[in-house]
T-cell receptor, first 113, second 112 residues
């Protein structure tokens, strides 16, 4: 079974530029999560989708971050414009509806300079 | 809202020592509880889980028991190895929304 795919693996951008991350969850997984993991900290939930609807985006900085999940499958997370403090690893995870565990992708390491 | 608190690290142990990493949670419902592990340079992997009170999750010699009365899910291993060096995250998944919340992580260093 293929795992959660994320791209790119690494990205370096200058502050005020925009960037987008892509996630392809495990086939059939209805729930998709985006997390931000700053170095030395635990993952912080940014947004949670159930199929193509948003369940929770309470910690998403909506003035600069946006996310979509078209057709309830792939998802993109965008930052525009980026700030230095956005430097982090962005993790995507997915799970079956009603299942306990979530499966994580390798993440995208973003460096804003 | 729901939250997870785990002991700060790093935890440094000698090989074959006993490991305990404490984790407590706050939740309004009946969450599922998890330990995830992040080895150097790798992504998050599920280590073990427990879905209801008194369940014991176990994997690779690690164990954790879901204690509702103390709202805890402490991770234990009887004899650690150098290869167990990693960052360990305690997490809960809300039973209604499936929101998955993590603790801040505990780094374990095992010396030969």
């Amino acid at each position: 079974e293929a795992g959660v795919a994320q791209s790119p693996r690494y990205k370096i951008i200058e502050k005020r530029q925009s960037v987008a991350f892509w996630c392809n969850p495990i086939s059939g997984h209805a729930t998709l999560y985006w997390y931000q993991q700053i170095l030395g900290q635990g993952p912080k939930l940014l947004i949670q989708f159930q199929n193509n609807g948003v369940v929770d985006d309470s910690q998403l900085p909506k003035d600069r971050f946006s996310a979509e999940r078209l057709k309830g499958v792939d998802s993109t997370l965008k930052i525009q414009p980026a700030k230095l403090e956005d430097s982090a690893v962005y993790l995507c995870a997915s799970s079956l509806e009603g299942a306990a565990e979530a499966f994580f992708g390798q993440g995208t390491r973003l460096t804003v300079v | 809202g729901d939250s997870v608190t785990q002991m700060e690290g790093p935890v440094t142990l000698s090989e074959e020592a006993f490991l305990t990493i404490n984790c407590t949670y706050t939740a309004t419902g009946y969450p599922s509880l998890f330990w995830y592990v992040q080895y150097p340079g790798e992504g998050l992997q599920l280590l073990l889980k427990a879905t209801k009170a008194d369940d014991k999750g176990s994997n690779k010699g690690f164990e954790a028991t879901y204690r509702k009365e103390t709202t805890s899910f402490h991770l234990e291993k009887g004899s650690v190895q150098v290869s167990d060096s990693a960052v360990y995250f305690c997490a809960l998944r809300e039973d209604s929304s499936y929101k998955l919340i993590f603790g801040s992580g505990t780094r374990l260093l095992v010396r030969p």
